[in-house]
Nanobody, 116 residues
Framework: QVQLVESGGALVQAGGSLRLSCLAS????????MGWYRQAPGKQRELVAA???????NYADSVKGRFAISRDNAKNTVSLQMNSLKPEDTAVYYC??????????WGPGTQVTVSS
């Protein structure tokens, strides 16, 4: 089992920045990929960014050049630096951990609201 807890969500003006963090605990050794997803009202949950155990990253086209994901395996954390935020970035952001056995774990989510 893996437990995930997010922090850092807030209300911010368009053009501003936020940093989300996620702390993992439990069976840390089983985690391969860690990432961030988001879900806006009335929309499906979508991948924002992910990073593998080896450091390879993947980003949604909508956030490329604005968001940066980083992972600290020593501290069991994954962070998402979000710059140049837009109103369309408003969503609940979820931390995700996928194990080598392709089991997914989710955090409870943190709200990010970008005002225009």
């Amino acid at each position: 089992q893996v437990q995930l807890v997010e922090s850092g969500g807030a209300l911010v003006q368009a053009g501003g920045s936020l940093r989300l963090s996620c702390l993992a605990s439990g069976s840390i050794f089983s985690i391969n990929v860690m990432g961030w997803y988001r879900q806006a009202p009335g929309k499906q949950r979508e991948l924002v960014a992910a990073v593998t155990n080896g450091g390879a990253t993947n980003y949604a086209d909508s956030v490329k050049g604005r968001f940066a994901i980083s992972r600290d395996n020593a501290k069991n954390t994954v962070s998402l630096q979000m710059n140049s935020l837009k109103p369309e970035d408003t969503a609940v952001y979820y931390c995700n951990a996928r194990t080598f056995a392709y089991v997914n774990y989710w955090g409870p989510g943190t709200q990010v609201t970008v005002s225009s």
